[in-house]
């Protein structure tokens, strides 16, 4: 079993910053794929970015060049950096995890964002 702790998360105002971070433990294999996705009220939850153990980052076309997803692999964490908020990234940010040893996935508890001035 795996439990991932996300913090971060908050009130800022349009253009502004806050950084994400999301903590694994228990169960943690040395290959991983984690990420956050969000999801505001009404809509599904989508991908926002993800990277691999190996430091391979994808990105979700509208936070390219704003976001940046970065990796701990000795404190088990993962980080989202998040610049020039806009309103429409309102959302509840999830962490997410995947181990291909064990295909298996894990979700946080959420971290609610608010952009609004």
């Known amino acids: 079993q795996v439990q991932l702790v996300e913090s971060g998360g908050g009130l800022v105002q349009p253009g502004g910053s806050l950084r994400l971070s999301c903590a694994a433990s228990g169960s943690i294999f040395r290959l991983y794929t984690m990420g956050w996705y969000r999801q505001a009220p009404g809509k599904q939850r989508d991908m926002v970015a993800k990277?691999?153990?190996?430091?391979?980052?994808y990105y979700v076309d509208s936070v390219k060049g704003r976001f940046t997803i970065s990796g701990d692999n000795v404190k088990n964490t993962v980080y989202l950096q998040m610049n020039s908020l806009k309103p429409e990234d309102t959302a509840v940010y999830y962490c997410?995890?995947?181990?291909?040893?064990?295909?298996?996935?894990?979700w946080g508890q959420g971290t609610q964002v608010t952009v609004s001035s």
């Open positions: 997410n995890a995947y181990y291909p040893d064990t295909r298996m996935t894990y």
């Open positions: 990277i691999t153990n190996g430091g391979s980052a």
